[in-house]
């Protein structure tokens, strides 16, 4: 099946900081969504994007869907404690099948 | 309030035992889903079911079975035949063709005593 590759794997990064991860395939990608998932918990949606070069922001994040529709990328800009926890991307090649592929996941920790 | 419930949060499964993971969602959602994650993986898609009394199989389908016999309730059982159960599972749930964003529930760790 498809793959995505998420990097980096897991960032440790001081509170203040700016964070970027992305995500990138070999195949073409409709739609781009990034899930938050905390310890023992599951996904959280934080952005979701349908067009090739759209840039969406939702609070301090910041996603864009990327032009070749291969990749995308997640900005998290001044970083606070609760920020801690496991970034997903998923991709999704038809919207109506119902499928989505996920990356790996970026661990995320913040150091006060 | 609207939402995915899973239960339980924690199961303990014999050798040899069959156990089954309750989903249930009261979002009117078309879909569902089972994914199992592991430490340091991504979620891999067991069975996914678009529609009452029809499910296909995902990437890691061996050794697990579903049911859709309801809309809001989508049970995952863990056969005895899949070897290596211990695993994080998440049941999702989504509205087909609305840019199809799936909500989770919480989640169940199953381990083998």
């Known amino acids: 099946g498809q793959q995505l590759n998420q990097s980096p794997q897991s960032m440790f990064i001081q509170e203040g900081e700016d964070v970027s991860m992305n995500c990138t395939s070999s195949s073409i990608f409709n739609t781009w969504l990034w899930y938050k998932q905390d310890p023992g918990e599951g996904p959280v949606l934080l952005i979701a994007l349908y067009k090739a070069g759209e840039l969406t922001s939702n609070g301090r994040l910041t996603a864009q869907f990327g032009i070749t529709r291969k990749d995308s990328f997640l900005n998290i800009s001044a970083s606070i404690p609760s920020d801690v926890g496991i970034y997903f991307c998923?991709?999704?090649?038809?919207?109506?099948?119902?499928?989505?592929?996920f990356g790996d996941g970026t661990t995320l920790t913040v150091k006060p | 309030d609207g939402g995915i419930t899973q239960s339980p949060k924690y199961l303990f499964r014999k050798e040899g035992q069959n156990v089954t993971l309750s989903c249930e969602q009261n979002?009117?959602?078309?879909?569902m889903y089972w994914y199992r994650q592991d430490p340091g993986q991504g979620l891999r898609l067991i069975y996914y079911s678009q529609i009452v009394n029809d499910f296909q199989k995902g990437d890691i389908a061996e050794g697990y079975s579903v049911s859709r016999e309801k809309k809001e309730s989508f049970p995952l059982t863990v056969t005895s035949a899949q070897k290596n159960p211990t695993a994080f599972y998440l049941c999702?749930?989504?509205?087909?063709?609305?840019?199809?964003?799936?909500?989770f529930g919480a989640g169940t760790r199953l381990s083998v005593l």
């Open positions: 979002l009117n959602h078309d879909a």
């Open positions: 998923a991709g999704q090649q038809n919207t109506n099948a119902g499928k989505s592929t």
């Open positions: 999702a749930s989504s509205i087909l063709g609305q840019g199809n964003i799936q909500y």
